[in-house]
């Protein structure tokens, strides 16, 4: 029998690369997907399937971290091996102008979806297990590099969201027996990265400014530093943390750091541009505090996946230009 995975954040950047790799591994690939006055289902338009179609591996189901009831019921429908919870309000920025929301969704969301399943496993009686999207920024002012046993000391409310369901996962899974396992996972890119993150809007706006489009770029803060990897290699690293004989919480970075500074540099440098004559400095992207530098250390996904990451910082920027380049065109 083939396997059956729920992704909850199915529409962001890695519930699309993840349900492109469950696909190919021959799951069946449920996903949450959150109602929206427009369609908010193109990163997977390519692997799209009609609910007409007999045997489509790729179902979708409107439901929303806020709401338990609807939970329950996708998770019985859906009858899952395997649940990753990715669904979340995932920037940072917002996360101070949306505080409540951003714990509603993160961390509550996170408890109610553990709660579900903790039932769901207690009727049906066999393991599901359950992935639960940490960040490094957890660590938040903690100096680098961070491991796994690096104390969190998070700087917003979506890293407090994050902290908190990240304890709820190690607690259900203490107090349940379940197999959870926590990533903490370190910057990842893509093409798809959502356009308000920084890899993303500079990489956006130098297809635009290489095509007529725009003259400026506003910035904030260009000196905080990050380690930044590649969505798809992190995709993979989710999924062997859930083949494991036993649950565990896993660091997943490439080691190396940047800052915004040097993204700059290397991404304006595929055209051959220089950054300064088009980025302006603008407050409103500071934030109250900020993160100065995450650097992880990966060695126990390397050790116990076997996991490591496949694409260079160079690769990753120069891929994210082209893609841009060639959208703006
Ligand atoms: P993303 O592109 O922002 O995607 C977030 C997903 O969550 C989207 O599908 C979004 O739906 C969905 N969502 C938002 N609020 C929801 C709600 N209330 N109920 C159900 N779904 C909701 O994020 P990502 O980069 O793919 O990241 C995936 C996960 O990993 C997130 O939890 C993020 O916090 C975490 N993470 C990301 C990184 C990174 O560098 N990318 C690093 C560490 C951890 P819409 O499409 O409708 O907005
Ligand atoms: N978004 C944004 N926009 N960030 C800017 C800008 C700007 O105009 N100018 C400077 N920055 C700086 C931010 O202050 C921050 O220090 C850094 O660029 C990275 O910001 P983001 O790309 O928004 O990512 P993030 O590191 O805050 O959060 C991302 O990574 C986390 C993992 O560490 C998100 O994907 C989170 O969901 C994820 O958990």
């Known amino acids: 029998m083939s396997k059956s995975a729920l992704i909850t954040g199915i529409t962001g950047q890695d519930g699309s690369y993840l349900s492109e790799l469950l696909l190919s591994k021959g799951y069946t690939v449920h996903g949450l997907v959150r109602r929206s006055s427009s369609f908010n289902t193109s990163r997977l338009d390519h692997i799209y399937a009609d609910p007409h179609e007999a045997g489509r591996r790729l179902v979708l189901h409107y439901g929303d971290l806020t709401d338990s009831t609807g939970l329950r019921r996708v998770i019985e429908k859906a009858r899952p091996d395997e649940i990753y919870n990715l669904g979340a309000q995932s920037h940072v920025k917002v996360s101070f102008e949306n505080p ?7 961390a509550t969301g996170t408890l109610r979806l553990l709660d579900c399943m903790r039932d769901h496993v207690e009727h049906i009686g066999r393991e599901v297990r359950f992935y639960q999207a940490g960040s490094s920024e957890m660590f938040g002012a903690a100096p680098p590099p961070q491991n796994e046993k690096t104390a969190f000391y998070p700087r917003s409310p979506y890293a407090v969201s994050k902290v908190a369901g990240y304890w709820y996962a190690v607690n259900y899974r203490e107090a349940y027996n379940l197999f959870i396992a926590n990533g903490i996972l370190f910057n990842h890119e893509s093409p798809r990265r959502g356009e308000t993150f920084v890899t993303r809007k500079i990489t956006r706006a130098i297809g635009r400014i290489k095509s007529g489009l725009q003259d400026k770029l506003f910035l904030g803060n260009l000196e905080a530093k990050r380690d930044w990897g590649f969505a798809g290699d992190y995709v993979e690293g989710m999924w062997r943390m859930l083949q494991q004989n036993e649950p565990g919480d896993f660091v997943m970075a490439t080691g190396e750091a940047y800052s915004i500074r040097e993204f700059l540099a290397e991404a304006f440098g595929c ?3 220089d950054w300064r004559k088009y980025v302006v400095i603008d407050p409103r992207y500071f934030r109250p ?5 995450l650097l992880g250390d990966a060695t126990k996904a390397r050790k116990t996946l076997g996991w490591t990451p496949t694409v260079s910082f160079r690769r990753l920027v120069r891929m994210m230009v082209d893609h841009d380049l060639q959208l703006a065109e």
Do not use: P
């Open 289 to 293: 505090t900020e993160v100065d530098f």
């Open 100 to 106: 409540e929301y951003t714990a509603d969704a993160d």
């Open 271 to 273: 055209v051959d541009l």
